[in-house]
């Protein structure tokens, strides 16, 4: 492709132009500074490619979202969040004896140290699940130290995913004073956490298969979706070397902001306000567009996504398929679809290209499952923990990988000097 100009104080300087395989027309600036002695400037990073990647595409106009190339809605509809993972992080999906092998490390790799259960004393119940979990990824790297071996990193992928689960429910039983139950190797890895989540000590959960395949969905909604926030946070912290742990847990806080993955329990919470306030949507979309409000509509919008999300797009119906196989009414998805209604026919969101995003339904199916508004941001980060695996293995086997290191624009005082505290 032929080069980039660029002209700067009346110079001409020259920059590569690549495409990716859908594509995608890339200008490279990596020796922008060198040549120019300028930089570019992009706070967001709206319009700035951190790396290449061949995990996740999304065509934010065309509504695409693929998995190693596979369409989101067949993965959605086919496969299991399990086969997912693999997918993302392997980077095929797997023959029957490679799924089998894979569960079996899974299930080998489910419980967490005895000792780790100490950790979770020193919290209140009132403990937010994100900064218990957080605390909790980033400790196992205490429990497994070869953290950078080679021949360990395959195995502390493996014990991440396996072990995020249990870690998850067991926050969930920290929260509400039960026993923490212990992973049974004889069920998948969804029905795996749903049984921590909801058995007790008098009785194990009746998993039912609508509540396992609905959240098989949900995880797999959410396991990838390239440079995100969070993604990027786990990227950034790996390009320093950080192990798989240590850059998995500054996902988890990043993920926590309700700018991203904290808008889930945003959204119900918004819900709950204007079912509370007599169910007037219109009032909260005018709100949205009042700058003064300082109100959002918590699940709209997106960086990317200018046409729809189809994400949300597949919740949306999934929502009424859950709701009505589990025989739950719930108000709030009645009071959901009146505001994307009213918004959807609203210039201010029409200008803007402003629609539901995958947060906007995903509270009301966690709700219907059973799952408490609190945890709604564990879920998403146990959907995404795939893609932040697959994500932090391609950076740390890329030779071209280097410390992530922005510029900036300096705009403080210029140079003075030091004045003693009895002259000032
Ligand atoms: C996720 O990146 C990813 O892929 C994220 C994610 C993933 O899978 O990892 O998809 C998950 O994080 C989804 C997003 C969840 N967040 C929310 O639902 C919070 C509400 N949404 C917004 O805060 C916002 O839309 C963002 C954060 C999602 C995107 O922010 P941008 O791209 O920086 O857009 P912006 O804030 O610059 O908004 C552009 C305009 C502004 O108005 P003007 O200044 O042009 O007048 O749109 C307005 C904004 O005020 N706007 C909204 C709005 N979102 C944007 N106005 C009202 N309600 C909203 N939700």
């Not at 991440?160 to 004073?177: M, R």
């Not at 189809?310 to 709030?332: E, F, S, W, Y």
């Not at 280097?402 to 000032?424: C, F, K, L, S």
Request: net charge negative; proline share 6%.
């Amino acid at each position: 492709m032929p080069n980039a100009k660029l002209i700067l104080n009346d110079k001409e300087y020259e920059f590569p132009v690549f495409a990716g395989s859908e594509n995608e027309v890339a200008i490279d600036i990596s020796k922008l500074r060198a040549q120019t002695g300028a930089i570019a400037y992009d706070p967001g990073y709206g319009n700035v490619g951190a790396c290449s990647s061949s995990i996740t595409y999304i065509d934010g106009d065309a509504g695409i979202l693929r998995y190693r190339g596979y369409p989101i809605e067949q993965l959605a509809t086919q496969a299991t969040f399990v086969e997912v993972c693999y997918l993302l992080i392997y980077g095929h999906l797997p023959t029957a004896d490679e799924l089998e092998k894979f569960n079996a490390r899974l299930n080998k790799h489910s419980l967490v140290h005895e000792d780790m259960k100490k950790l979770f004393e020193g919290y209140p119940p009132s403990a937010h699940p994100m900064a218990i979990m957080s605390a909790m990824v980033i400790s196992l790297s205490a429990y497994h130290p070869d953290l950078l071996d080679p021949e360990i990193i395959d195995t502390n992928i493996m014990r991440l995913l396996a072990k995020f689960k249990t870690l998850a429910a067991f926050t969930y039983k920290k929260s509400v004073g039960q026993p923490y139950v212990y992973p049974r190797s004889d069920l998948s890895y969804t029905a795996d956490f749903l049984h921590m989540m909801f058995s007790v000590p008098t009785h194990d959960y009746d998993i039912p298969d609508v509540v396992v395949k609905a959240l098989d969905l949900l995880l797999i909604l959410h396991a990838d979706h390239e440079q995100n926030c969070s993604t990027s946070t786990v990227r950034m912290v790996g390009s320093s070397q950080a192990n798989v742990f240590a850059s998995v847990a500054a996902g988890v806080n990043a993920l926590w902001g309700p700018l991203h993955g904290g808008a889930n329990q945003e959204v119900i919470m918004m819900l709950e306000d204007i079912h509370k306030d007599g169910g007037d949507v219109q009032k909260y979309v005018n709100m949205a567009k009042d700058k003064n409000s300082h109100f959002r509509l918590f699940g709209f919008g997106h960086r990317v996504y200018k046409n729809f999300d189809p994400r949300a797009k597949i919740l949306g119906k999934a929502a009424d398929d859950v709701l009505n196989a589990l025989h739950v009414t719930d108000p709030l998805l009645d009071i959901a679809r009146g505001l994307a209604d009213a918004a959807l026919s609203d210039p201010y969101f029409i200008e803007r290209k402003l629609y539901p995003n995958v947060d906007f339904y995903s509270g009301i199916i966690y709700r219907a499952l059973g799952i408490p508004t609190s945890m709604f941001t564990v879920m998403f980060g146990l959907g995404r923990l795939p893609g932040w695996i697959s994500q932090w293995k391609e950076m740390h086997n890329d030779p071209q990988t280097r410390i992530n290191r922005p510029r900036q624009i300096y705009t403080g005082e210029t140079a003075r000097d030091y004045v003693p505290v009895d002259q000032r």
